[in-house]
């Protein structure tokens, strides 16, 4: 399952993934806004993440002007894995080396088939799970749990 969430200046991109999504069989859960009416953006951000911890098998995928603030609200959430992604090599590092479980995309600075490759990369890279990758997951994990 892929969540999607978005702010109002990341509306647009956020729909139109969301038909390339489903074009291709994936199942997406569309967690708003439903409107390019100003949102407060942390609400949604901290939806999708709540959503996407609940099963290592989830995804997120938050869409805004810059993806910075989206970015730093679903960090909040524990088990969250948000990377901000606005290119094809970061969409992979950010799987391979990371582990990420969501990416934020910035709507300003990406074209929308920038987006929707972006995306299938994303979806189609796995965890390396190399030794280094690892142990730092594995830190990042342990700041979580001393907070």
Not at 3 to 19: A, H, I, T, W
Not at 103 to 114: K, N
Not at 117 to 138: K, N
Request: charged share 30%; hydrophobic share 35%.
């Amino acid at each position: 399952m892929i969540f999607l969430g978005s702010d109002r200046l990341g509306f647009k991109y956020k729909e139109v993934v969301k038909r390339y999504l489903v074009d291709r069989g994936y199942q997406v859960n569309d967690m708003g806004p439903n409107s390019e009416k100003d949102v407060d953006f942390p609400k949604y951000a901290e939806m999708v993440a709540k959503k996407v911890i609940a099963d290592p098998y989830f995804r997120g995928i938050l869409f805004s002007r810059t993806g910075i603030g989206m970015c730093i609200a679903a960090n909040k959430v524990k088990g969250a894995f948000a990377a901000l992604v606005y290119n094809e090599q970061l969409s992979v590092k950010s799987r391979e080396e990371n582990d990420t479980n969501i990416i934020c995309l910035p709507s300003e600075y990406l074209s929308e088939d920038s987006a929707k490759e972006i995306v299938a990369i994303w979806l189609s890279t796995s965890f390396s799970g190399s030794e280094d990758s690892t142990r730092h997951i594995s830190l990042i994990r342990t700041i979580e749990k001393n907070d």
